[in-house]
T-cell receptor
Framework: EPEVTQTPSHQVTQMGQEVILRCVPISNHLYFYWYRQILGQKVEFLVSFYNNEISEKSEIFDDQFSVERPDGSNFTLKIRSTKLEDSAMYFC?????????????FGNGTRLTVT | RKEVEQDPGPFNVPEGATVAFNCTYSNSASQSFFWYRQDCRKEPKLLMSVYSSGNEDGRFTAQLNRASQYISLLIRDSKLSDSATYLCVVILNTGGFKTIFGAGTRLFVKA
């Protein structure tokens, strides 16, 4: 069964550093997403991406965050200057159509630890 | 009021028990509904969609009550492998579609 893959599985960085989290969505999916989950808390939406542009973003997704689809397969989340509170599990997801009718397929996640 | 509310549990049940989870949502613009399960420190995985007429998938039954704005999940004949956190997910139509996750209900099934 096709999968969403994410790298790295764990990233440790110092406060103020830039990080790039990488994702390869399922190949025939058109919608891509980033979510985060702080330990012990609920899954929170960050951003959705369709047709090479952001379609929705949450209040969490401020100027420190950006997304890119640099080629036909990768989908990246960049955090420009990490803060301690950015420590969380970051999940990439993709869906065949918009989420109204098409469920999300999640990657295994990248655990980001900011020290 | 939270957009999606779930009883956090935990629910501790013996193998073979029937257990039910409820979820309430506050926004009447909610259009689609799903149950996901999440194992500890893993990604959420789709368990089932929830349809207006109710739907069943093996031991799992999902129901939707739009008038009362709640969704339920019933698990029959619980297995040890059902131990997980069950996430209620609601899709809002806000012009685009916004996905809201509940905080989840933890289930422990004991031998």
């Amino acid at each position: 069964e096709p999968e969403v893959t994410q790298t790295p599985s764990h990233q440790v960085t110092q406060m103020g550093q830039e990080v790039i989290l990488r994702c390869v969505p399922i190949s025939n999916h058109l919608y891509f997403y980033w979510y985060r989950q702080i330990l012990g808390q609920k899954v929170e939406f960050l951003v959705s991406f369709y047709n090479n542009e952001i379609s929705e973003k949450s209040e969490i997704f401020d100027d420190q965050f950006s997304v890119e689809r640099p080629d036909g397969s990768n989908f990246t989340l960049k955090i420009r200057s990490t803060k301690l509170e950015d420590s969380a599990m970051y999940f990439c997801a993709s869906s065949e159509r918009s989420t109204r009718n098409s469920p999300l397929h999640f990657g295994n996640g990248t655990r980001l630890t900011v020290t | 009021r939270k957009e999606v509310e779930q009883d956090p549990g935990p629910f501790n049940v013996p193998e073979g028990a029937t257990v039910a989870f409820n979820c309430t949502y506050s926004n009447s613009a909610s259009q689609s509904f799903f149950w996901y399960r999440q194992d500890c420190r893993k990604e959420p995985k789709l368990l089932m969609s929830v349809y207006s007429s109710g739907n069943e998938d093996g031991r799992f039954t999902a129901q939707l009550n739009r008038a009362s704005q709640y969704i339920s999940l019933l698990i029959r004949d619980s297995k040890l492998s059902d131990s997980a956190t069950y996430l209620c997910v609601v899709i809002l139509n806000t012009g685009g579609f916004k996905t809201i996750f509940g905080a989840g209900t933890r289930l422990f099934v004991k031998a």
